[in-house]
């Protein structure tokens, strides 16, 4: 039997959520994909190859001495297996369109990111220890007074690793809440000041020297934010699919439509990230404290009244 949806071609679809994604998600702007190439020809994981450090030494009458070099290695793996299955019944596909398949799309687009996001601000755990501004247990306080100085540690952090260079931009990656203090700083530069040519896409504006992004998939953890920085060479992504596709249910009168996303991330240089832990706002609402003596008067008041 053929698929309600006329105007839906798998292959067509999965093309379009791989265009959707590629556009639009925030952290895929902030990582590398150097070894995309390669999962997608060897399988599921690819050996990342680090060169060792080389040491320059002052030339002397002596014999040159030669150091054997011992690069390192580690993997990355495709280990990040979602999908997403969901059914449309002949009644409702009768109208069906092309337009109706998009608005589908996007939020399965909208549903993958969320979770994609989330993975890739994840990578903050394998920041270098000596990048890290703030602690779980001693976290900073952030206000639109405090903001610009903390970010400024963000950056000299990712300076003094020698992570930053001429042609290796840092990027910043905030949530609405620290947004809102942001934009109260007059040390933050809008895009609108900025030549658009010198931005990331999706990009606010800069503070410190770093591009900002926002990403309302950076979320309170225990108490805290943990705001992320870094270089795009820091953490290396490659998705190797990403699939859609229908058939018919047996069961009802019903189409069903699935997708598959496999994706995976490795933080190649820990050096190349930085990290400040903020305590997260207090947004419970005050309640007004009761005036026990106003109460005690009114009381009196109301005694004085009935005596009378």
Not at 5 to 19: C, D, H, M, R, V
Not at 86 to 106: C, G, P, R, S, Y
Not at 269 to 290: G, H, N
């Amino acid at each position: 039997m053929s698929n309600n949806y006329a105007a839906f071609i798998p292959e067509i679809w999965s093309q379009k959520l791989n265009n959707m994604l590629e556009k639009d998600c925030v952290m895929l702007q902030c990582v590398n994909r150097n070894y995309e190439g390669d999962i997608k020809n060897q399988g599921d994981k690819v050996k990342i190859i680090t060169p060792a450090k080389v040491n320059v030494s002052t030339l002397s009458d002596a014999a040159l001495t030669y150091k054997e070099l011992e690069p390192s290695s580690m993997e990355l793996v495709i280990d990040q297996k979602k999908f997403f299955a969901f059914k449309i019944n002949d009644v409702a596909a009768v109208q069906a369109n092309t337009d109706i398949m998009e608005a589908h799309l996007a939020n399965a687009k909208k549903a993958i990111e969320e979770v994609q996001d989330s993975y890739l601000l994840g990578q903050h755990a394998y920041v270098d220890a000596a990048n890290i501004i703030g602690s779980d247990e001693t976290p900073v306080t952030l206000d639109k007074t405090t903001i610009y100085e903390q970010f400024v540690k963000l950056a000299l952090a990712l300076k003094n690793s020698d992570a930053v260079t001429g042609t290796k931009r840092p990027w910043v990656v905030i949530n609405p809440t620290i947004e809102s203090y942001l934009l109260q700083s007059t040390e933050f530069i809008g895009a609108h000041n900025v030549a658009d040519e010198t931005l990331r896409e999706g990009a606010i504006g800069r503070i410190a020297g770093m591009d900002v992004l926002v990403s309302t998939n950076l979320t309170e953890v225990d108490g805290v934010y943990y705001v992320l920085a870094g270089t795009n060479e820091a953490i290396t992504f490659a998705s190797q699919l990403a699939k859609v596709e229908s058939l018919r249910d047996k069961d009802s009168f019903s189409d069903l439509i699935r997708g598959l996303y496999l994706y995976g991330a490795k933080t190649v240089q820990p050096k190349a990230l930085a990290k400040l832990v903020i305590s997260a706002p207090d947004t419970t609402p005050s309640v007004p404290e009761i005036d026990s003596d106003s109460d005690s008067d009114t009381d009196t008041d109301a005694d004085s009244d009935n005596d009378a």
